[in-house]
């Protein structure tokens, strides 16, 4: 009895005693593989049912352009000053499992506040909700710092591909059908109860996705103790190599479209066209179908083309996703446009860690992945932004999904001429 209440103590269950393991064999790798694909097909249930909802949840509660970006770039504003920080700790520490296990608890407990918030309060529940989705940045920050550090040694070099994405397949299965179920829940319970169980179905499948990571076995890099360097310096080290500094690059302006076009769209359903929440996960459930079809695909299409062209291939496609979108008179216009963008973003999905992976070196990972992320999250709270001063007040949202349609291009451009660099 007592072992037992022993490992149901918040320092057992939270990882903070988690011993560091060792070498992996054979069968622990593919154990790994197991846990990683159910972890993922896990979380597209919180996806489906909190994250593609969040933002047309923020429009229905009465909430502006800045406040409706502010789920997208509040996160990513807290990122740019945060990531450097956790990198450096993480790697001084080790035990990154410790980390992750711990982080994600804290980030998955912020999905149940967001769904408690109008149980509490009448009034402010957009900046609530808003507020409590940028407080989540802080353990998500670390959780996924740590969680792509270790992915790399989790699994075989030579599966990589595979597994992101048999990954991206589970996720993408699990985020269609829920966000499917979803509409179809919403429109039969009253606001914002609707909401509020769909929040918490999506709380309830995090937590099951947490149980498989602290399966998951890694062998930890020895703590790097040495004298700290200035941020500025650590950042002037890693950008000395070219082809991760144009692949920072290119990814920033990646990012940069994609934030902008993440709020731009919720605001274009539901205040130009008059969608229902029903027909809204109906056009959701199309994206997440055809990159469920794109992640089983990818791994021959990047041994056609390579990995490179695949994301390059995609960048440059999804261009046509806020363009098309901006020119639909009828919610039911951008069916035809969704399943395009899924496949895309499949494309772009599988195959952005790979990428990344190929231009870091093995041995300080962790740091080149923090200046990854940073240069990210900047990129994440500049769209959003600049796509809320371009929508205005509402009137401008199609011009301001054309404008990140041409981010998009600029950003296919850089990741196509990558190679000659």
């Not at 399966?215 to 500025?232: A, H, S, T, W």
Request: hydrophobic share 55%; glycine share 8%.
């Amino acid at each position: 009895m007592s072992l037992f209440l022993s490992r149901l103590s918040p320092l057992n269950l939270l990882g903070l005693r988690r011993a560091a393991d060792a070498p992996l064999t054979p069968a622990q790798m593919e154990a790994n593989v197991r846990r990683l694909v159910w972890e993922i097909g896990w979380f597209g249930v919180t996806w489906g049912t909190l994250f593609n909802f969040l933002q047309v949840y923020e429009v229905r509660l009465g909430a502006s352009s800045l406040l409706v970006g502010a789920i997208t770039y509040g996160p990513a504003l807290v990122g740019v000053f945060w990531q450097l920080p956790v990198a450096r700790l993480m790697t001084r520490t080790g035990h990154r499992m410790r980390w992750v296990i711990s982080a994600g608890f804290f980030y998955r407990l912020m999905f149940l506040l967001v769904a408690l918030v109008p149980f509490v309060l009448l009034r402010g529940r957009a900046q609530s909700t808003a507020a409590l989705w940028v407080l989540q940045a802080l353990p998500a920050t670390v959780s996924s710092t740590a969680f792509l550090s270790m992915l790399a040694d989790a699994v075989p070099a030579d599966r990589m591909t595979q597994v992101v994405g048999w990954r991206m397949a589970a996720f993408g299965l699990s985020n269609t059908l829920t966000t499917l179920l979803g509409g179809r829940l919403l429109e039969l319970l009253p606001f914002p109860l609707n909401y509020q169980v769909l929040f918490l179905i999506g709380y309830a499948a995090s937590m099951v996705s947490w149980w498989h990571i602290r399966q998951i076995r890694v062998p930890d890099r020895e703590p790097d103790r040495c004298k700290v360097q200035p941020l500025r310096s650590e950042l002037g080290r890693t950008l000395d190599y070219p082809r991760f500094a144009y692949f920072l690059l290119a990814v920033g302006v990646l990012q940069l479209a994609l934030g902008m076009i993440a709020p731009l769209l919720p605001l274009y359903w539901v205040r130009q066209l008059g969608a229902t929440d029903e027909q809204i996960s109906v056009v959701m459930t199309v994206f997440s179908g055809t990159m469920v079809l794109g992640a089983l695909t990818m791994r021959r299409l990047v041994v056609n083309i390579g990995r490179e062209r695949a994301l390059a291939l995609g960048a440059l496609g999804y261009t046509l996703y806020p363009l098309l979108t901006s020119l639909s008179p009828s919610i039911w216009w951008l069916i035809p446009w969704a399943a395009v963008a899924g496949a895309l973003n499949a494309a772009m999905s599988v195959t952005l860690f790979d990428n990344l992976v190929a231009v870091t070196p093995e041995a300080d990972r962790t740091s080149y992945i923090a200046v990854y992320n940073v240069a990210v999250n900047v990129a994440l709270f500049a769209g959003p932004v600049l796509a809320g001063v371009l929508a205005g007040d509402g009137t401008q949202i199609a011009l301001a999904l054309r404008v990140a349609a041409g981010v998009t291009l600029v950003a296919g451009v850089l990741m196509a001429t990558r190679k000659n660099v």
